[in-house]
């Protein structure tokens, strides 16, 4: 507990978490107004009903009542995610930067032990970030129901599912990050290459999934969960969409990228020279 005390504390010295917090709190909002624009959107067009032809299963689906309140309370995930995985990454680079690894490495000797309090440090974190944009999605999203005459759905436990399984994505991609860090220990480039994956791989592998979807049939769309982000995604989808897994599937996935990434940083810590 002393370690994670010690990892709290030097991210708490610093000006990054504050930050990176008000770049998260300004990105919440913009993915506050995106949510609600695109929740607008589905209920109009479901509002007369007819739709046909393909897709129109998922539309009329992601228009159901539970899933827009499951959207508009987990609003800010995707860039969220994103800030908890690169504070998670500085949390290991602040080290190398700041030329400070090896007296903590000489100071607890149990490389392994320093990894699992940056571990714990970092989750922690991405935990708080969770608690606080859950906390401004349940003042925002009921305003905005409202006005889309969309009922609050709390009583609803896919709601509740959804926002709870938002709070293990981000306790999971804290974990992404701190071996992310571990492997590239440059701040920099662990910044660039991270955010620049992160960003245009989403983007990339959804237009590569369609692209390949409209090739094959849609059968091979299921496998975009294979992708962090889009596994994350559907973690917090509310109700099953026709033609996507279930969200056990997306926890799966995270949990085992999650897994990969904390042994390997570990293993890599263990033997990495650190000068």
Request: hydrophobic content about 55%; glycine content about 10%; overall charge neutral.
């Amino acid at each position: 507990m002393n370690l994670v005390r010690a990892e709290l504390l030097k991210i708490r010295t610093t000006n990054t978490w504050w930050i990176f917090g008000i770049v998260t709190f300004v990105l919440w909002i913009l993915a506050v107004l995106w949510n609600w624009g695109e929740s607008y959107q589905l209920t109009q067009m479901t509002a007369d009903g007819g739709l046909e032809g393909d897709g129109a299963d998922q539309i009329v689906a992601s228009a159901d009542p539970v899933n827009i309140a499951s959207t508009l309370y987990t609003s800010g995930q995707f860039l969220g995610l994103l800030m908890v995985l690169m504070l998670a990454t500085i949390v290991v680079t602040n080290e190398y930067f700041h030329q400070t690894a090896t007296t903590t490495f000489l100071l607890t000797p149990r490389r392994e032990a320093v990894v699992l309090a940056k571990l714990v440090a970092s989750v922690i974190l991405g935990l708080i970030f969770w608690l606080v944009t859950t906390v401004l999605n349940l003042i925002a999203a009921p305003i905005l129901l409202t006005v889309l005459k969309v009922d609050l759905q709390l009583g609803e436990p896919a709601v509740w599912r959804a926002i709870g399984l938002n709070g293990l994505a981000y306790a999971l991609w804290a974990i992404l990050g701190v071996g992310a860090g571990i492997l590239i220990r440059s701040q920099l480039g662990a910044t660039i290459t991270l955010s620049s994956v992160y960003v245009i791989g989403t983007f990339g592998t959804s237009l590569l999934f369609f692209l390949l979807t409209s090739q094959f049939g849609e059968g091979i769309n299921k496998l975009q969960v294979l992708v962090p982000t889009m596994a994350s995604d559907l973690m917090v989808s509310g109700k099953e969409l026709p033609g996507s897994p279930p969200q056990w599937v997306g926890v799966v996935v995270l949990i085992g990228y999650a897994l990969i990434a904390g042994v390997l940083g570990t293993w890599i810590a263990k033997r990495r020279d650190v000068s």
